[in-house]
């Protein structure tokens, strides 16, 4: 199958268009999630339960694979939410991008793996340090131009939080690419309609959302951010000669029914009882 904004397209691992392989993968990365979480006593476990089935498609797409790791000429994935980090860090596990030592000590003295993305040499994988919101989509950008300069075809994935819409530099990023028809580049937004600290329609409404993306020249798809074909497949429609957004509405909180679509799950840790769920 080709692939979007890429002329000669590549081959995947069979194993990431299975989709019972990637329903074992997502619940074993909630469950790494959980165990992080109260381990770590850490937050954000809101964040990262809710974001599971976007980054295993995310990563099923790409070519980022432990012998890609660190080549200079592969896709590149920047998570902006870095917030939503154990959620990377278990997703890369499945993929044998992190050694699994790294996750049982995450937060530990010495760890490199800490609340928030952060580049690290024990994690080639690792594209970008992030967690201030609003910085993810101008370096995916900047990746997207580098690839076409260097006459590449590698794609870009940026994954943003709805709640870092509400910053300029993100529709700024958005105004870059979609002039420049960064056609490598995809975001994806993990739209779950909670920020910190208030539901999103109470801090900054973004409706109409998909109507701005495509104001500002991207190709805009809204789905369930929780079905990992329909994530798959929306990643991989032949590209239009544009960058593309999706729109993937999802569950804050998602598999922990205790705090699933609520505000505290933000900044709350797994307690001993979410175990027995993983």
Same mark, same amino acid.
């Given at each position: 199958?080709?692939?979007? =904004?890429?002329?000669? =397209?590549?081959? @995947?691992?069979? #194993?990431? @268009?299975?989709? !019972?392989?990637?329903?074992?993968?997502?619940?074993?990365?909630? %469950?790494? !999630?959980?165990?992080?979480?109260?381990?770590?006593?850490?937050?954000?476990?809101?964040? /990262?339960?809710?974001? !599971?089935?976007?980054?295993?498609?995310?990563?099923?797409?790409?070519?980022?694979?432990?012998?890609?790791?660190?080549?200079?000429?592969?896709?590149? !994935?920047?998570?902006?939410?870095?917030?939503?980090?154990?959620?990377?860090?278990?997703?890369?596990? *499945?993929? =044998?991008?992190?050694?699994?030592?790294?996750?049982?000590?995450?937060? *530990?003295?010495?760890?490199?793996?800490?609340?928030?993305?952060?580049?690290?040499?024990?994690?080639?994988?690792?594209?970008?340090? /992030? =967690?201030?919101?609003? @910085?993810? #989509?101008?370096?995916?950008?900047?990746?997207?131009?580098?690839?076409?300069?260097?006459?590449?075809?590698?794609?870009?994935?940026? &994954?943003?939080?709805?709640?870092?819409?509400?910053?300029? /530099?993100?529709?700024?990023?958005?105004?870059?690419?979609?002039? %420049?028809?960064?056609?490598?580049?995809?975001?994806?937004?993990?739209?779950?309609?909670? *920020? /910190?600290?208030?539901?999103?329609?109470?801090?900054?409404?973004?409706?109409?959302?998909?109507?701005?993306?495509?104001?500002?020249?991207?190709?805009? &798809?809204?789905?369930?951010?929780?079905?990992?074909?329909?994530?798959?497949?929306?990643?991989?429609?032949?590209?239009?000669?544009?960058?593309?957004?999706?729109?993937?509405?999802?569950?804050?909180?998602?598999?922990?029914?205790?705090?699933?679509?609520?505000?505290?799950? @933000?900044?709350?840790?797994?307690?001993?009882?979410?175990?027995?769920?993983?």
């Amino acid at each position: 199958m080709a692939r979007a =904004g890429s002329a000669r =397209g590549r081959k @995947h691992s069979p #194993l990431s @268009h299975d989709d !019972v392989a990637a329903a074992a993968r997502c619940a074993a990365a909630r %469950r790494r !999630v959980i165990s992080m979480s109260y381990s770590a006593n850490s937050a954000h476990l809101g964040s /990262s339960l809710g974001v !599971v089935e976007i980054l295993d498609a995310v990563l099923a797409v790409s070519d980022l694979r432990p012998a890609t790791a660190s080549a200079a000429d592969r896709d590149r !994935v920047i998570l902006s939410k870095g917030h939503a980090a154990m959620a990377y860090y278990a997703a890369l596990e *499945q993929y =044998g991008l992190v050694a699994p030592s790294l996750l049982d000590a995450y937060l *530990q003295n010495g760890t490199p793996l800490w609340g928030h993305v952060g580049l690290t040499e024990a994690v080639p994988a690792i594209d970008a340090t /992030s =967690g201030s919101l609003g @910085h993810g #989509l101008s370096l995916a950008a900047g990746f997207s131009l580098g690839h076409r300069l260097r006459g590449g075809d590698h794609r870009v994935f940026c &994954i943003l939080s709805d709640g870092e819409c509400d910053e300029g /530099s993100t529709w700024e990023a958005a105004l870059f690419a979609g002039a %420049r028809k960064l056609s490598s580049l995809t975001a994806i937004v993990d739209y779950n309609h909670i *920020q /910190s600290l208030a539901p999103t329609k109470e801090v900054m409404d973004l409706e109409p959302f998909g109507a701005k993306w495509r104001s500002f020249g991207f190709e805009t &798809i809204e789905l369930d951010g929780h079905d990992w074909a329909a994530l798959v497949a929306a990643l991989e429609r032949p590209g239009r000669g544009r960058p593309r957004v999706i729109l993937a509405h999802t569950v804050k909180g998602k598999g922990v029914a205790r705090i699933e679509n609520t505000v505290a799950s @933000h900044y709350k840790p797994a307690l001993a009882a979410d175990l027995e769920l993983a």
